[in-house]
């Protein structure tokens, strides 16, 4: 099958999922397929999957993957500061590492929002629907929430890397607390613990709760720095951390606190 072949049956086989988005006639053209494709994975629920609709899905996720580009982290090169510390600019799903950081909302479902531009949505349309039966697994045994501040681990599926950790971070409602920066300083922590405990060589964290959720910029690169420099002097398992930022704003940032 083509790219399109496979991009026009998921639409289909999704459609016949989720019947009330029936009626959506499927576009001719394939920037708009792709938008269709992915606000119908957005949305499906974490129900049984169709037989034979994963193996056309990992293998449209997988050329997606590689047309997109995969960054090898081994090749990157550690700041000035500490030579098991990385600093990257770019879309962190093409990231090859051992795990990249998502930061999710309390329900750890993935973002249903169609095509929303939150890292939760990106890390969710690029893995698979896999993902999120995945968390919902994990959240049933739960059987609540997920804390801020604690983290959970799943496959990469078709992600470049092995692992997704699944952090919350603090929602900020006006002004900064101390309490918000212990949560986002136990996100850190909790991936860092977790990543160790899954034999977790390289890392890649995006940057948690400034979005939608927030949290100073400023304040939160400090909190992230300062926690994963403490761990590093107290454990030599994880080899590289890399912060992953996506502005031109966090760039300046991280560099002014990594490069000085």
Same mark, same amino acid.
């Given at each position: 099958?083509?790219?399109?072949?496979?991009?026009?049956?998921?639409?289909? &086989?999704?459609?016949?999922?989720?019947?009330?988005?029936?009626?959506?006639?499927?576009? &001719?053209? /394939?920037?708009?397929?792709? $938008?269709?494709?992915?606000?119908?994975? !957005?949305?499906?629920?974490?129900?049984?999957? $169709?037989? =034979?609709?994963?193996?056309?899905?990992?293998?449209?996720?997988?050329?997606?993957?590689?047309?997109?580009?995969?960054?090898? %982290?081994?090749?990157?090169?550690?700041?000035?500061?500490?030579?098991?510390?990385?600093?990257?600019?770019?879309?962190? &799903?093409?990231?090859?590492?051992?795990?990249?950081?998502?930061?999710?909302?309390?329900?750890?479902?993935? %973002?249903?929002?169609?095509?929303?531009?939150?890292?939760?949505?990106?890390?969710?349309?690029?893995?698979?629907?896999?993902?999120?039966?995945?968390? !919902?697994?994990?959240? $049933?045994?739960?059987?609540?929430? /997920?804390?801020?501040?604690?983290?959970?681990?799943?496959? =990469?599926?078709?992600?470049?890397?092995?692992?997704?950790?699944?952090?919350? =971070?603090?929602?900020?409602?006006?002004?900064?607390?101390?309490?918000?920066?212990?949560?986002?300083?136990?996100?850190?922590?909790?991936?860092?613990?977790?990543?160790?405990?899954?034999?977790?060589?390289?890392?890649?964290? %995006?940057?948690?709760?400034?979005?939608?959720?927030?949290?100073?910029?400023?304040?939160?690169? /400090?909190?992230?720095?300062?926690?994963?420099?403490?761990?590093?002097?107290?454990?030599?398992?994880?080899?590289?951390?890399?912060?992953?930022?996506? &502005?031109?704003?966090?760039?300046?940032?991280?560099?002014?606190?990594?490069?000085?």
């Amino acid at each position: 099958m083509t790219q399109e072949e496979r991009r026009i049956y998921l639409i289909r &086989t999704l459609q016949a999922e989720l019947p009330q988005y029936l009626g959506i006639e499927i576009p &001719t053209g /394939e920037a708009e397929q792709k $938008q269709l494709l992915r606000s119908l994975m !957005n949305m499906r629920p974490p129900m049984p999957v $169709q037989e =034979g609709f994963l193996d056309v899905q990992d293998a449209y996720l997988l050329e997606e993957s590689s047309r997109r580009g995969i960054v090898d %982290c081994s090749n990157l090169s550690p700041v000035r500061a500490n030579s098991r510390l990385f600093l990257w600019q770019g879309d962190i &799903t093409r990231l090859q590492a051992d795990a990249i950081v998502n930061a999710a909302n309390s329900a750890l479902l993935g %973002c249903f929002q169609p095509c929303h531009s939150c890292i939760d949505n990106a890390i969710h349309s690029c893995s698979g629907v896999q993902l999120r039966l995945a968390c !919902n697994e994990i959240m $049933q045994a739960q059987g609540h929430e /997920e804390a801020a501040g604690a983290a959970k681990i799943t496959a =990469g599926y078709n992600l470049p890397c092995r692992y997704v950790l699944h952090t919350v =971070g603090p929602v900020v409602s006006g002004q900064l607390r101390k309490r918000d920066c212990r949560l986002l300083a136990g996100c850190y922590q909790s991936c860092l613990d977790l990543a160790v405990k899954n034999g977790v060589h390289s890392i890649a964290f %995006c940057c948690i709760s400034t979005g939608v959720f927030r949290f100073p910029q400023d304040r939160a690169a /400090e909190i992230a720095v300062q926690t994963v420099s403490r761990f590093l002097t107290q454990d030599q398992s994880i080899r590289q951390v890399i912060f992953n930022v996506f &502005t031109d704003r966090d760039l300046v940032i991280y560099q002014r606190l990594l490069e000085r």
